[in-house]
């Protein structure tokens, strides 16, 4: 009996993916549970698995678009794989003995003056040598040939396209305006080496940046309604919960998954649910609702080592928080000049929405809670 392994509905939007890859070969023998392909979407990536024990028969390639309720294989229950036919190595045929002629008398020759060897021209190459772009300098005269090799061009996965496609709808539908500041990192750094050992025990993960600065987003959402919303054509939405959502980057791209609730979560769950995320982005394992809902953003740069950047809109929100790296720099404090672990960061925000006022206001509320981090724990 054969069964066929049909493309899944990973999404309601979702019409089509990219078989990104094979696990098993055509004609491997499979048990129930394996994974058989990883589908590629414009947003999650997908393992899909056997349902029954079989040999498997792959019906679509590697690297092909295949639209949902497509079949990709069929397994042949009960049947074993085939095992490939291994050509005997072939031994050298033994050579016939010939017997041997009588050497011929050859005439004596004259001895001649030896001459050194002429030098020989290189024979040319049986196939031409592609040359890569970018080995030679600028100044290099071009190599002759058709250029292969010079560039490869490539579809973009889903993934990419829609990420493309959102960054440009953000520019063309939001009116994006960035302001800045600048955070002490002090009483953050000195909290977390104080209480870190203890943290972890107890909870089994580290207390890092993140939950702090989610934190802080929390409280100046609450203190900022407007950029805790949205337009929707000429409304406005205002959000009335908190969900947020962390950038993360993985080898296929960017992607946002959503902290639920961050409002009523503790620290420690905040840093549970964020190790759970980076654990199934690196997998290729997050799923799609973890992604959807989320009402503002938090963009970590500096983790690349960026001192300062404009992040932009992940819409339909109409605020994203851009950190950057730690710096030791020299700063005025009480008249003198100190040496201070400063982080820049910058706010982007629809200003349909968001006047300037609500903004400045709401990264100055972020900036005092990461400088006393008491706020956070005292709500004040």
């Not at 409002?263 to 799609?288: N, T």
């Amino acid at each position: 009996m054969s069964i066929e392994i049909k493309v899944p509905a990973v999404g309601e939007s979702i019409t089509s993916g990219v078989l990104s890859v094979w696990h098993k070969k055509d004609g491997e023998s499979v048990k129930s549970g394996d994974v058989l392909f990883t589908l590629e979407t414009d947003k999650v990536s997908t393992e899909v698995t056997a349902e029954k024990a079989g040999t498997l028969r792959i019906k679509a390639a590697e690297g092909a678009e295949v639209k949902i309720g497509e079949v990709v294989a069929t397994i042949e229950e009960g049947a074993a794989a085939p095992v490939a036919d291994v050509p005997p190595k072939s031994e050298p045929a033994p050579a016939k003995k010939e017997k041997a002629k009588p050497a011929e008398p050859k005439p004596a020759a004259k001895a001649a003056p030896v001459e050194a060897p002429k030098p020989q021209a290189p024979e040319p190459a049986s196939e031409p040598v592609p040359v890569e772009a970018f080995s030679q300098p600028a100044s290099a005269p071009a190599a002759s040939g058709t250029g292969e090799g010079r560039f490869t061009r490539r579809k973009l996965s889903p993934l990419r396209r829609k990420i493309a496609a959102q960054l440009v709808m953000a520019q063309q539908t939001a009116a994006i305006l960035t302001t800045f500041n600048e955070c002490d990192l002090t009483g953050v750094m000195e909290l977390r080496a104080r209480v870190q050992e203890s943290f972890q025990k107890q909870h089994g993960v580290k207390l890092g940046f993140m939950s702090f600065f989610i934190k802080a987003v929390v409280a100046a959402l609450k203190d900022n309604p407007a950029v805790n919303g949205r337009m929707d054509g000429d409304d406005f939405i205002q959000n009335n919960y908190f969900d947020i959502g962390v950038a993360v980057g993985t080898e296929r791209g960017l992607i946002v998954p959503v902290i639920r609730d961050a409002d009523r979560k503790s620290f420690a769950q905040i840093e549970k649910d964020l190790a759970d995320y980076a654990v199934r982005a690196r997998e290729g394992k997050i799923k799609i609702e973890d992604l959807q809902g989320g009402v503002f953003t938090i963009s970590n740069g500096g983790v690349y080592g960026s001192l300062l950047s404009t992040p932009i809109l992940n819409p339909p929100q109409s605020g994203i928080l851009g950190m950057h790296k730690i710096q030791q720099r020299p700063v005025a404090l009480n008249g003198q000049v100190v040496i201070r672990p400063m982080m820049y960061l910058a706010l982007s925000y629809d200003h349909r929405v968001v006047d300037g006022r609500e903004a400045v206001t709401f990264l100055v509320r972020v900036k005092d809670c990461i400088e006393d981090p008491a706020r956070l724990l005292l709500d004040v």
